[in-house]
């Protein structure tokens, strides 16, 4: 006759392992959880592109278009991004200094081409205000004589670099404020912040009759070199000419931010550093407060121009 104790006690032990494993796993990799709506209803929207591929060219009433199916998948992500994601840096913020005339102010909205400005203080960490383009129109409009600056000031809000875009969004609707200024840790100037950007985070970039075409941060050049403006994403860097330097160690994200880094100071045109991958930062274009342009030298080894010698040296 089989024996069923002994099977009873193996398939008890067995289980018992089973749910050790089973505790531990749950223990390290948090386990099977139910997925999240947000993860269900990207899972769907995956699965009708695919469908969509595979009956390309059908048009079926009330299904959703790609660029809609684009704009669900930004928004579903758009509550898990901080200010400090979204906002304009502040090497690229234009403002205006309290000590500007009218004619200053004029000039400055002509070229900026923006609606609001920043006005500062001595420096851009100390911003006092802002001006709307409507409020200088007004003294055109009605031929006032130009009044003294800070009776043009209307207040932006105030947020930190970790607040989120929703509650700033929330923010921005119920105080009627459509421009914020990003502040870091010890309250100086971080960013810039416009419900315009906000809202081309979840439709895509906005784009009018006054905007210049974007030109390219990254362009091949000759011999394997690459000319780079400093605002380029170190990921972006990384697909486009080497892996090598979109993978980094320090606090960093742009090219421009690296090469202040690896010199130690804000590097002067004519500098050139050298990456740990071997490729040589040449600086192109700065002044004394950042760099602005550069230009990417690729290591010996990878130097079509470089003399054979060098190559096996190197």
């Given at each position: 006759m089989p024996d069923d104790q002994g099977s009873s006690n193996r398939s008890e032990e067995d289980s018992s392992r089973s749910g050790l494993l089973s505790g531990l796993k749950n223990l390290l990799f948090g386990g099977d959880k139910e997925p999240s709506l947000r993860e269900q209803i990207e899972e769907v929207i995956d699965e009708a592109e695919e469908e969509g591929e595979d009956r390309r060219g059908s048009n079926i009433v009330g299904d959703l278009s790609p660029i809609e199916r684009k704009m669900l998948r930004n928004l579903l992500h758009f509550g898990e991004q901080t200010v400090d994601d979204v906002a304009v840096p502040r090497g690229e913020i234009i403002a205006i200094p309290e000590t500007a005339s009218f004619e200053d102010i004029l000039a400055i909205f002509a070229d900026a081409g923006h609606s609001r400005?920043?006005?500062?203080?001595?420096?851009?960490?100390?911003?006092?205000?802002?001006?709307?383009?409507?409020?200088?129109?007004?003294?055109?409009?009605?031929?006032?004589?130009?009044?003294?600056?800070?009776?043009?000031?209307?207040?932006?809000?105030?947020?930190?670099?970790?607040?989120?875009?929703?509650?700033?969004?929330?923010?921005?609707?119920?105080?009627?404020?459509?421009?914020?200024?990003?502040?870091?840790?010890?309250?100086?100037?971080?960013?810039?912040?416009?419900?315009?950007?906000?809202?081309?985070?979840?439709?895509?970039?906005?784009?009018?009759?006054?905007?210049?075409?974007?030109?390219?941060?990254?362009?091949?050049?000759?011999?394997?070199?690459?000319?780079?403006?400093?605002?380029?994403?170190l990921d972006d860097l990384g697909e486009a000419v080497d892996p090598r330097l979109g993978e980094v160690e320090e606090d960093v994200d742009?090219?421009?931010?690296?090469?202040?880094?690896?010199?130690?100071?804000?590097?002067?045109?004519?500098?050139?550093?050298?990456?740990?991958?071997?490729?040589?930062?040449?600086v192109t274009d700065a002044d004394e407060r950042r760099v602005h342009h550069l230009r990417l030298h690729p290591p010996i080894d990878l130097d079509p121009e470089a003399p054979s010698e060098q190559r096996e040296a190197f």
């Open positions: 400005l920043p006005v500062y203080r001595e420096s851009l960490d100390e911003v006092i205000g802002m001006i709307h383009v409507k409020d200088v129109f007004a003294v055109l409009a009605e031929k006032r004589p130009p009044p003294p600056l800070l009776d043009l000031l209307r207040q932006p809000l105030y947020v930190p670099q970790s607040m989120g875009v929703l509650d700033l969004l929330a923010e921005m609707r119920a105080k009627r404020t459509h421009l914020a200024i990003v502040i870091d840790e010890y309250s100086g100037t971080e960013g810039l912040l416009t419900i315009e950007d906000l809202v081309e985070e979840i439709v895509g970039e906005i784009e009018d009759e006054h905007d210049d075409e974007p030109e390219p941060l990254i362009v091949a050049g000759e011999g394997g070199c690459w000319e780079v403006d400093a605002r380029a994403e742009t090219l421009g931010g690296l090469a202040a880094v690896l010199a130690g100071h804000v590097p002067e045109v004519g500098e050139i550093l050298v990456h740990p991958s071997g490729w040589r930062i040449e």
